[in-house]
């Protein structure tokens, strides 16, 4: 079974700061990985996704993620970070032997804070 | 374009009642998810379709039923609710099979059983 690791529950960064939020997985075979965000009283929003080929996935609103096959891991990135990136950030996986449609696993969820 | 879409958004049950969250998406997708989230769980998948007249069990089924009897609603039941399923409940829908295509959320339905 696929699983997922959000280490930490909140990351707290100063706004123009680089900012990384990590996310670990577990899986069969090779993954399919995600980051999607959640404002305040709304549905998750796609952020990016991992595929195939380069290892550094570039997203919206300047996040980019990069796949290590070695250490299992995922970790979400931006260079400067502002006030309104504060939000919910959940990392998710599904394997590509994916044969029931549906397979998303979500971590846990980490809070980004970003202080004026 | 109103995307995905569901009602209510908030609802306080007393045990032993039933109720029905509706989940409505106008983008013609043939999947679509109902996600239950609760506080450091992350989005855990009770069921979903693969389309219209199809349904199939996530990781967390027990005590909810599903319809799908028009491609652009999925119903999500509660027919006798228990305090465990206080939670926000999150409806999805894709284009095709994830996750080659995107999950498209809706905005939530709050759930409180007493």
């Known amino acids: 079974a696929q699983s997922v690791a959000q280490p930490e529950d909140q990351v707290k960064v100063a706004e123009g700061n680089p900012l990384t939020v990590k996310c670990t997985y577990s899986?069969?075979?090779?993954?399919?990985l995600f980051w999607y965000v959640q404002y305040p009283n709304r549905g998750l929003q796609f952020l990016l996704k991992?595929?195939?080929?380069?290892?550094l996935v570039k997203g919206s609103y300047g996040f980019e993620a990069e796949f290590n096959k070695s250490q299992t891991s995922f970790h979400l990135k931006k260079p400067s970070a502002l006030v309104s990136d504060s939000a919910l950030y959940f990392c998710?996986?599904?394997?590509?032997?994916?044969?029931?449609?549906?397979?998303?696993?979500f971590g846990g969820g980490t809070r980004l804070m970003v202080k004026p | 374009n109103a995307g995905v879409t569901q009602t209510p958004k908030f609802r306080v049950l007393k045990t032993g009642q039933s109720m029905t969250l509706l989940c409505a998406q106008d983008?013609?997708?043939?999947?679509m998810y109902w996600y239950r989230q609760d506080p450091g769980m992350g989005l855990r998948l009770i069921h979903y379709?693969?389309?219209?007249?199809?349904?199939a069990k996530g990781e967390v089924p027990d005590g909810y039923n599903v319809s799908r009897l028009k491609k652009q609603n999925f119903l999500l039941g509660l027919e006798s609710a228990a305090p465990s399923q206080t939670s926000v409940y999150f409806c999805?829908?894709?284009?095709?099979?994830?996750?080659?295509?995107?999950?498209?959320f809706g905005p939530g339905t709050r759930l409180l059983v007493l």
């Open positions: 983008m013609n997708h043939e999947y």
């Open positions: 991992y595929i195939t080929g380069d290892n």
């Open positions: 379709s693969v389309g219209e007249g199809t349904t």
């Open positions: 999805a829908s894709s284009l095709g099979r994830v996750p080659l295509e995107t999950q498209y």
């Open positions: 899986v069969s075979g090779n993954p399919y």
């Open positions: 998710a996986v599904s394997p590509t032997n994916n044969n029931a449609g549906n397979m998303l696993t």
